[in-house]
């Protein structure tokens, strides 16, 4: 069945988001945290200190960028910024004078010290390109992708210093804090106070993949603002009008299986050739399992011996066999929770459901947990550069008898 999808060659760079501003309008749903922003601004009770908080991909930056713009717009709608004001044609560049950004960083070899504003060209760019992208796509611009960033315990002072002084232009300053999560504790610490007291007119608006890794003390000084998954029709809708030469159920698809993230479903829809090959290798690694552990006539070991030694071979490489376990444990995870008959907690595509209809008997409570553990340790072997033919074949002998549970 998924044999009719698009086949596109993998290609990890995502196209840019085409779109004149960042915009409420250019904001896929989350309809009600626009509306609770623009009442805010209306009614002139804007929060001195918000948590935008929720999965990666669903737009907290978009929406702390277009609440900011809508906040400086000098001829502002009753639902959006005017897009064509001073205020909005230099927010549309992200170099407003009263707009600040804080985010994390990657120190380059053999220098001390480093602040946000070293690689403020950088995230402009990357934003004005495509506003859905995530920390990888950003240590990725930034450095090699190897390294872990973070925003170094000095940036406190350059926070302190620019909003000490007054505004150019605006009413307001806002200072943005992308990955909030990720301060130096150091750094955390020493801008409570501001936090709590912040200068008049000064907006802090944090956006944070896991809110629960922030000290509890900043946690109590800002109001927070959940941001949900998107729902599959807006992500398609959306995937539709980037991609209208991609098929229909290639997009359906990828949104199907995208867990609300639009960054994770533009992704998958560049990743298609690559989800359908692992999909091949999981069916027929259970299948032949299956077989062999049922004493089928037509099957036998040394055809799984064979399905390893293809899976291990240098076509197919390091980074894709991790790919294939990562998978592999989506995959069992997905057809445990098919057992529980609620669509809604499923994240499959149609041929993909289309096995689990009848494979998911086979994932259950007296092996899952097992069969996720066997697969993750293969996974973890492989990076850690252990024989891929012993992996893979110890990883088959297992998963027969785990099947048969």
């Not at 000490?164 to 943005?176: G, H, N, P, R």
């Not at 150091?186 to 629960?212: G, H, M, Q």
């Not at 990562?326 to 041929?351: P, V």
């Not at 009848?358 to 990076?383: D, Q």
Request: net charge neutral.
């Amino acid at each position: 069945m998924h044999n009719s999808l698009l086949l596109t060659e993998t290609n990890t760079e995502i196209p840019a988001i085409q779109s004149d501003n960042h915009v409420f309008s250019h904001i896929i749903g989350q309809q009600a945290i626009k509306e609770r922003f623009i009442r805010s601004v209306t009614e002139q009770r804007i929060p001195h200190a918000q948590l935008l908080h929720g999965p990666e991909g669903v737009g907290k930056l978009s929406l702390a960028m277009a609440y900011a713009q809508y906040i400086c717009c000098k001829r502002k709608t009753p639902t959006d910024a005017c897009g064509v004001c001073p205020s909005c044609v230099k927010y549309k560049q992200l170099a407003h004078p009263d707009l600040h950004f804080v985010f994390p960083v990657i120190k380059p070899p053999g220098k001390n010290t480093v602040v946000c504003d070293d690689f403020l060209p950088e995230f402009r760019k990357m934003f004005i390109q495509n506003p859905y992208f995530g920390l990888d796509d950003w240590y990725e611009r930034i450095g090699d992708g190897a390294k872990q960033g973070m925003i170094y315990s000095n940036e406190s002072s350059e926070i302190i210093r620019k909003l000490s002084l007054k505004t150019y232009e605006s009413d307001y300053k806002v200072m943005i804090i992308w990955m909030p999560e990720l301060m130096h504790e150091s750094c955390a610490n020493k801008l409570l106070k501001i936090l709590e007291e912040p200068p008049p007119f000064t907006v802090f608006l944090l956006v944070s993949n896991n809110p629960d890794a922030n000290l509890t003390t900043i946690l109590s000084r800002t109001q927070h603002v959940k941001v949900s998954r998107l729902t599959e029709p807006e992500i398609v809708t959306a995937l539709v009008a980037q991609n209208p030469e991609t098929e229909a159920l290639t997009i359906q698809n990828a949104a199907r299986v995208s867990e609300g993230s639009f960054l994770k479903a533009r992704k998958l829809l560049n990743e298609t050739r690559e989800m359908t090959l692992n999909f091949d290798r999981f069916v027929e690694i259970m299948r032949k399992a299956w077989m062999v552990g049922n004493k089928k006539d037509h099957a036998s070991l040394k055809t799984l011996k064979k399905w390893s030694e293809d899976m291990a071979g240098a076509d197919i490489g390091r980074e894709r066999q991790k790919k294939f376990l990562a998978y592999a444990q989506r995959m069992i995870r997905e057809n445990y929770i098919y057992n529980l008959k609620n669509t809604n907690l499923n994240y499959m595509t149609d041929y993909e459901t289309g096995f689990s209809t009848n494979f998911s008997p086979f994932i259950n409570e007296r092996n899952v947990e097992e069969l996720m553990t066997e697969f993750a340790l293969a996974e973890r072997h492989i990076e850690q550069n252990i024989n891929a033919k012993m992996v893979f074949f110890d990883l088959v002998l297992k998963v027969i008898m785990l099947l048969k549970k």
